[in-house]
Nanobody, 125 residues
Framework: QVQLVESGGGLVQAGDSLRLSCAASGRAFSNHAMAWFRQILGKEREFVAAISRSGAFTAYADSVKGRFTISRDNAKNTLLLQMNNLKLEDTAVYYC??????????????????WGQGTQVTVSS
């Protein structure tokens, strides 16, 4: 069991940067592949980025590739998402998610078992 709490969301202007954090409880954070998803009201949850247990492997949605960077600090039980050059279409609630222990990272939301409560990111023009 792992509990996740996101922070760092807010209101920014297009072109600005923002860094999201996800604090994980428990001692086995490094055993969980992690990811960020986002959701706009009325739409399905959308994959943003994923990272392997060690952090050696990452994957990104095409819409954020080159602008967002996912990383993790296993010593601090923390998942990060650095978002640069934000666009209006990045506005959403952002969620961090964890797979069950020892499973590989995935881009599918239904393969993640643990979710945070979400943090709102709003990008204005």
């Amino acid at each position: 069991q792992v509990q996740l709490v996101e922070s760092g969301g807010g209101l920014v202007q297009a072109g600005d940067s923002l860094r999201l954090s996800c604090a994980a409880s428990g001692r086995a954070f490094s055993n969980h592949a992690m990811a960020w998803f986002r959701q706009i009201l009325g739409k399905e949850r959308e994959f943003v980025a994923a990272i392997s247990r060690s952090g050696a492997f990452t994957a990104y949605a095409d819409s954020v590739k080159g602008r967002f960077t996912i990383s993790r600090d296993n010593a601090k039980n923390t998942l990060l998402l650095q978002m640069n050059n934000l666009k209006l279409e990045d506005t959403a609630v952002y969620y961090c998610a964890a797979r069950k222990m020892f499973l590989p990272m995935s881009t599918y939301a239904n393969e993640y078992d643990y979710w945070g409560q979400g943090t709102q990111v709003t990008v204005s023009s």
